[in-house]
């Protein structure tokens, strides 16, 4: 028998992942242990972002007595676990503090997503944005019904309804004597009115 088959010749050995990342490793911070630290542990409360580096064993056993709240009061406790329910961020009663602006930290010009809600429309005012709502503007149809009534499109509802019925009796044939030409004029105002009606805008 061959002391190298050709069967064992293509034989290739995975690489072990972790053994690159535990030779660039630091040493782990656990006081005597001389193991490559490549976990993480959070160093504690009011240094976020900072974190030591431990062993395997050594993370997992600084993590079982971790407390990120020691030291701190029960109020102070309570105080923070009700803020984080809304993230940290200041909140008023519905209706109250209108006049309130949102933290400085937090750019008044977004981009993506975030852009589309400074950009969302509020005619209503019902998240308290500034200006006076929008002015809907009319469709072809609905100016040209509004132009035979003799009306602009600012007219409301009421100025709508209002110039109708003015119109109607100063148009209806038993009004006018029989007059042909004011009998035409009667069936324009009239088709005006049910666009306008169907339009939703009286």
């Known amino acids: 028998m061959k002391p190298y ?3 064992f010749d293509k034989i290739r050995v995975r690489p072990d992942p972790e ?10 911070q656990w006081d005597g242990c001389k193991q ?6 959070p160093v504690g409360r009011m240094r976020e972002g900072e974190y030591f580096q431990f062993c395997f064993d050594h993370v997992r056993e600084y993590n079982k007595g971790f407390n990120y709240f020691s030291g701190l009061a029960d109020g102070e406790i309570a105080r923070f676990q009700k803020e984080a329910m809304t993230g940290h961020r200041p909140t008023w009663t519905m209706g109250s503090n209108g006049s309130a ?9 977004r981009s993506g997503r975030a ?5 969302m429309r509020d005619p209503h005012n019902m998240f308290g944005g500034t200006g006076a709502p929008r002015q809907r503007k009319a469709k ?10 003799g009306l602009d499109s600012k007219a409301t509802g009421a100025d709508i309804k209002a110039r109708y019925k003015e119109l109607v009796k100063r148009h209806h044939p038993d009004a006018n004597g029989g007059d042909r030409g004011s009998e035409d004029r009667f069936r324009d105002v009239l088709q005006a009115y049910r666009v306008l009606k169907q339009a939703g805008l009286c």
Do not use: I, M
Request: proline share 9%; glycine share 4%.
């Open 36 to 41: 490559p630290g490549t976990h993480k542990a």
């Open 5 to 7: 088959p050709k069967y």
């Open 115 to 119: 852009g589309y809600y400074n950009r």
């Open 19 to 28: 053994a690159e990342v535990k030779s660039r490793a630091a040493a782990c």
């Open 140 to 149: 072809p149809l609905e100016a040209k019904a509004l132009e035979t009534l």
């Open 101 to 109: 602006r949102s933290a400085p930290d937090f750019a008044q010009q």
